[in-house]
């Protein structure tokens, strides 16, 4: 059974940080790809930022880059987003996924996703 856990939400003022953590119950090299997707209230899931397992290689969705960094600790078996600079627009439900596609920001190149952890940034 693969599970994985988000903790790290909460609220902030716009221009604040939070860093999201994401447990994977198994071993992170059996996916190509975590990613961290999002979904606002009344808007289709998207994809935030993802991180081949491999090698570590990253992409990201334009409006976070320069400001949100995925990385992952293979001895903790653990995958983080740091949000710096976070907008009102960044409030969102925040999942975390593990798929087989390096590198996608799609979907259903995802098999397995966490509860979420709630982000909410005021101005």
Same mark, same amino acid.
């Given at each position: 059974?693969?599970?994985?856990? %988000?903790?790290?939400?909460?609220?902030?003022? +716009?221009? #604040?940080?939070? !860093?999201?953590?994401? /447990? &994977?119950? =198994?071993?992170?090299?059996?996916?190509?790809?975590?990613?961290?997707?999002?979904?606002?209230?009344?808007?289709?899931? %998207?994809?935030?930022?993802?991180?081949?397992? +491999?090698? #570590?290689?990253? !992409?990201?969705?334009? /409006? &976070?880059? =320069?400001?949100?960094?995925?990385?992952?600790?293979?001895?903790?078996?653990?995958?983080?987003?740091?949000?710096?600079?976070?907008?009102?627009?960044?409030?969102?439900?925040?999942?975390?996924?593990?798929?087989?596609?390096?590198?996608?920001?799609?979907?259903?190149?995802?098999?397995?996703?966490?509860?979420?952890?709630?982000?909410?940034?005021?101005?």
């Amino acid at each position: 059974q693969v599970r994985l856990v %988000e903790s790290g939400g909460g609220s902030v003022q +716009a221009g #604040g940080s939070l !860093r999201l953590s994401c /447990s &994977v119950s =198994g071993d992170i090299f059996s996916f190509n790809s975590m990613a961290w997707f999002r979904q606002a209230s009344g808007k289709e899931r %998207e994809g935030v930022a993802t991180i081949a397992t +491999a090698d #570590g290689t990253t !992409r990201y969705r334009d /409006s &976070v880059k =320069g400001r949100f960094t995925i990385s992952q600790d293979n001895a903790k078996k653990t995958v983080y987003l740091q949000m710096n600079n976070l907008q009102p627009e960044d409030t969102a439900m925040y999942y975390c996924a593990s798929g087989f596609v390096s590198l996608a920001l799609y979907e259903y190149a995802y098999n397995y996703w966490g509860q979420g952890t709630q982000v909410t940034v005021s101005s």
